[in-house]
């Protein structure tokens, strides 16, 4: 029973903070585009006369699109047309349960609480596989809309999201091979350890060529830009585009939750998660000697923040990414994925491995 | 026949590693970012006013500053006795190419003034901005300074601006009262002439100079 309740509202912070975090993106998103544009970006929501720099305009879209009417095209399959979206945002929910955002919380002898939904022991596997089954949302929607333009755009995407989830998934490998672990909470603590006494012994670190490969087949995995090609919401026919109201709004969502879910794993995987350097559970321990003991639920909360942190800054980096790039042409995506990344990711694993035998026979 | 020789650069290695490339698109528009986000700050607390952080111009709020020459709504200037400069020669309603000036002179009872307008209308739904009207007018008595950008109106007739609003600038529609003392027609009288010269020549100035 105690563990039930513990677990809710672990479920409930998550779930709280990961939602409020996606509605908020959608200010980042005009504020951070307005700044690098010379812009000032919108500012005209206010409530009761207070502004706050606009930050507003998320509940007033949200607002809007619930009170937009809701058009179901003639012959479209009612029931799978309203599926399409709640798969999108399920499966981008759920897959936040397997993600560690601090390390062991000690409340008293026989009370210890990871701070993590579910304690999978193949947490990598689930959080892929809940990736990949929001392609279901996808090509449901285009499937179901009954319309030409819909199921190619639903195509395009679904054909997208496999082709980059192979070069995800191999990308992955060289990390797995590396930390010898596939539960998440396991391959945070591994990259808790220093190289040389200094360095931490992060992901990014053991494998940098499989982080940029990660990187850009997590981004064309969030299809947003430079891989928008499924949306590309006034240019290209996309998926939705026989949506409307909040159905719309809530593929929006899947959009900046998978963003989430990307700055995410990212950090998890090759930024150490809620490691902080040169912070082991009794404090700081620093490689010049000075030592700074603190208790564990002070540790703990370094570690959420850390851990915070890191997502915040990849989401920034995400947006500037956004802001930056233009879109790559269909065939331009097609050849990057299966001639660029594919190979490299396929060669990072093959020297990966070789290098671990050669360290193996040395020690 | 000269032919010409269009070069077409070949991306070179470090190019088509996209990296490189993508990181340099980065640094320009994280300057940019960062820059402006700073600035921005620095604004909050009322300092570094003269850099600017954006290129905006908030219109309602703040107003786009105009040229000196810049061709705004017209106004008429006013004598001392806040009564018209105008002498109802007719000549801007004679130059206007849009024929949208509607003058109907009367007598000024100073001799040297001979004439006044007794109704002086401009259909801005018509006006074409060309700005002759103030080139034609010998008494300097029309000018198009008042930088009032945002004529608009749900109506055609609520285009028509009358001798209260040209006098007053700051006069907006709809009009209540008439303050003009000088006999002339507007709408607020069904076009009766309305006043007395008697009782310009009794309010006394405000400043003589």
């Known amino acids: ?363 | 026949m000269t032919v010409k020789v269009v070069s077409r650069p070949e991306l070179t290695f470090w190019e088509k590693l996209y990296i490189p490339q993508i990181l340099l698109g980065l640094k320009i528009t994280s300057a940019h970012f960062f820059r402006n986000l700073f600035l921005h700050m620095l604004h909050f607390v009322g300092r570094f006013k003269h850099l600017p952080a954006s290129v905006t111009v908030q219109y309602p709020d703040e107003l786009r500053p105009l040229m000196s020459r810049f061709r705004s709504r017209h106004r008429l200037t006013l004598r001392e006795d806040k009564t018209p400069r105008c002498v109802g020669c007719m000549l801007c309603e004679t130059v206007c190419p849009a024929k949208c000036i509607t003058i109907v002179p009367g007598e000024h009872p100073d001799p040297h003034v001979e004439k006044y307008p007794v109704r002086f209308d401009i259909d801005l739904g018509v006006c074409v901005y060309c700005g002759y009207c103030v080139e034609a007018c010998p008494e300097d008595a029309i000018r198009m300074d008042t930088g009032i950008l945002d004529i608009a109106a749900y109506s055609r007739e609520a285009m028509k601006l009358d001798i209260h609003e040209l006098m007053d600038p700051k006069l907006r529609k709809p009009i209540k009262n008439c303050s003009l003392k000088f006999p002339h027609q507007c709408n607020l009288t069904d076009g009766e002439v309305k006043g007395t010269w008697e009782e310009v020549n009794e309010t006394p100035l405000v400043e003589k100079t």
């Open chain 1, 1 to 363: 029973m105690e563990i039930l309740i513990i677990k809710l509202a672990l479920a409930g912070i998550v779930f709280f903070g990961i939602l409020n975090f996606a509605g908020f993106h959608t200010w980042v998103e005009r504020k951070q585009s307005a700044l690098i544009q010379d812009r000032i970006g919108a500012n005209r929501a206010s409530i009761f006369g207070f502004r706050f720099l606009g930050i507003f305009h998320g509940l007033a879209d949200a607002l809007k699109m619930f009170t937009k009417e809701d058009i179901v095209p003639k012959g479209a399959d009612k029931t799978l047309h309203l599926l399409a979206p709640l798969f999108s945002v399920f499966f981008a929910l759920v897959a936040f349960a397997a993600i560690p955002f601090g390390d062991r919380l000690i409340l008293s002898e026989n009370l210890v609480i990871d701070l993590q939904v579910a304690k999978i022991d193949a947490a990598l596997l689930y959080v892929f596989a809940m990736l990949s089954l929001g392609v279901y949302g996808v090509i449901l929607a285009g499937f179901a809309s009954h319309s030409n333009y819909a199921i190619m755009g639903g195509l395009r995407a679904t054909a997208q999201m496999i082709s980059y989830e192979i070069a995800l998934g191999i990308s992955i490998i060289g990390v797995i091979m590396v930390y010898g672990t596939m539960d998440l909470g396991e391959l945070v603590r591994a990259q808790g350890h220093l190289i040389g006494g200094w360095l931490p012994f992060w992901g990014v670190l053991t494998q940098p060529v499989a982080f940029i490969i990660f990187l850009t087949a997590a981004l064309a995995e969030t299809k947003r830009l430079p891989f928008d090609l499924p949306e590309g919401e006034s240019e290209i026919v996309g998926y939705f585009v026989e949506y409307s109201g909040m159905k719309f709004g809530m593929f929006f969502l899947t959009d900046f939750l998978e963003t989430i879910m990307v700055a995410c794993l990212a950090t998890t995987l090759f930024f150490g998660g809620w490691q902080v350097p040169f912070l082991t559970p009794n404090g700081f321990h620093f490689p010049w000697g000075a030592e700074l003991p603190m208790s564990n639920l002070v540790y703990v909360l370094l570690g959420v923040l850390s851990f915070s942190t890191k997502v915040i800054i990849f989401c920034w980096f995400f947006m500037q990414l956004r802001w930056s790039l233009p879109r790559f042409r269909y065939d331009q995506l097609m050849s990057l994925g299966w001639k660029g990344l594919f190979p490299i990711s396929v060669a990072n694993v093959i020297i990966t491995a070789v290098v671990l035998v050669f360290l193996g026979e040395i020690q």
